[in-house]
């Protein structure tokens, strides 16, 4: 197999590359004077599988069209089968109409992957799981749940844990994570009176007394969090951490998050962290390239993926 990257998560690709065992092939991605992407792959790849792994992460513009422009090169050089393997999907959150003429970005971007001549994706934890459908080529949704139970079973050993859901609409990835770990089940009932702004107004289920873990599929702005841990502090908790697949953290987050009450909030390395992330002393990383290395491995390999799901 061969194994490309463009510049969204190099420090990812690496660990992948050395998970697998299997060098980063050589190529170029660089930049015009006007900002124009150029792609040169400096190795034969005539009847190899390729996969590409690229995050659509700030700048999800630049990494997308990275992303489309290095699978043209690889399907211009007669590579047997290109797989994608985008650990953080951009757009995800546009996955229906939300208000009168307004797009399906999500159907869009997954258009253009298939249009740019991939042949199949690999991507973690999409925001919503119907969007495999968006694709008309084979989609592999990987879970990071299983890194963050095995994550919470080290550092949560009392038995007094409560899994979370920020809100309604991720109660069913919290309520997995609590079967795993035989935890129960609370869900912060919120509202959002405008984009990028949230709510608390009611705790379902009782706190008091538990150590809370806030369990969601992306943190951008990390205002939902740092009010749920207020809410669920004011409710009896003892403390509050949170698991997060996507570390977006935009527009200050890092900080925000830094200064506020959550004890801890974990990420994986689906998107590069930023300085203000890494500086940040209650923000904690765990790595996915175990898991999508594996991932990448049986594919070729052509076994089964599911099992990683359990």
Do not use: W
């Amino acid at each position: 197999m061969k194994l490309v990257t463009g510049n969204s998560n190099r420090a990812l690709a690496e660990a992948v590359a050395s998970y697998l065992e299997v060098p980063l092939t050589d190529c170029t991605v660089k930049r015009f004077n006007d900002k124009e992407i150029f792609v040169e792959i400096h190795e034969n790849v005539r009847g190899e599988d390729v996969f590409i792994l690229q995050s659509t992460s700030y700048p999800a513009n630049d990494n997308l069209m990275e992303l489309l422009i290095l699978s043209d090169a690889l399907r211009r050089s007669s590579a047997r089968r290109i797989t994608a393997v985008v650990p953080y999907f951009g757009y995800a959150r546009q996955d229906r109409k939300s208000a009168s003429r307004t797009p399906i970005s999500a159907k869009l971007v997954a258009n253009l992957i298939t249009e740019a001549g991939v042949n199949r994706v690999i991507t973690l934890d999409l925001h919503a799981a119907q969007i495999q459908g968006f694709f008309d080529i084979p989609t592999d949704n990987l879970y990071g749940a299983p890194v963050m139970v095995r994550d919470i079973q080290e550092h949560y050993t009392n038995g007094n844990v409560m899994i979370v859901s920020p809100d309604v609409g991720g109660v069913a990835r919290a309520r997995a994570t609590a079967q795993r770990i035989g935890a129960d089940l609370a869900i912060v009932d919120k509202r959002r009176p405008r984009a990028g702004v949230s709510e608390v107004m009611n705790i379902i289920g009782d706190v008091a007394g538990h150590a809370c873990i806030l369990i969601d599929d992306i943190v951008d702005s990390g205002g939902t969090l740092v009010n749920a841990a207020e809410a669920l502090l004011k409710a009896g908790a003892t403390e509050v951490s949170a698991y997060i697949t996507h570390g977006v953290l935009s527009d200050g987050a890092a900080e925000r998050i830094a200064a506020s009450k959550l004890k801890e909030l974990v990420i994986t390395d689906s998107i590069e962290a930023t300085d203000a992330a890494k500086a940040a002393k209650n923000i904690r990383r765990i790595s996915i390239a175990p898991l999508i290395g594996e991932a990448i491995a049986r594919t070729a390999s052509e076994q089964s993926v599911s099992s990683l799901l359990d």
